[in-house]
């Protein structure tokens, strides 16, 4: 009879955790490189598209780290990787603008989660 080896899935789970990890990463040195400060109608193309697709890749990766299948995935809570992940933004060099987006935005999809279930 052949075995079964669980170690790939795991290798392949831990690499979906991972690169959500990253996502949320990229997303937040993306967005350290535009000046928050400036309306989107004052940012030239090119910065519009980058600060879209940073805030979407942030806030893809909130609402990962938030779901069962993250809970599926690994034993690790999301939230606890999550909230490491937020105090690395808040310990690093990052404008105190771009750290208040990224705070809203992990409040707004926890009540944004919260109003869905009610």
């Not at 598209?49 to 990962?64: C, D, H, Q, T, Y």
Request: with cysteine; hydrophobic share 40%.
């Amino acid at each position: 009879m052949a075995r079964f080896n669980k170690r790939p899935y795991a290798e392949l789970a831990n690499g979906i955790v991972l690169r959500a990890a990253e996502d949320f990463r990229d997303g937040t040195r993306t967005l350290s490189k535009i000046d928050m400060r400036l309306p989107d109608r004052r940012l030239c193309d090119t910065d519009r598209a980058k600060k879209n697709a940073a805030l979407r890749k942030i806030g893809e990766s909130i609402v990962f780290f938030r779901s069962d299948w993250c809970k599926m995935l690994t034993k690790l809570d999301g939230e606890f990787i999550l909230g490491r992940l937020m105090e690395e933004v808040m310990s690093g060099e990052y404008t105190s603008i771009l750290k208040e987006t990224i705070a809203d935005m992990a409040q707004d999809r926890v009540k944004k989660r919260t109003d869905r279930k009610a």
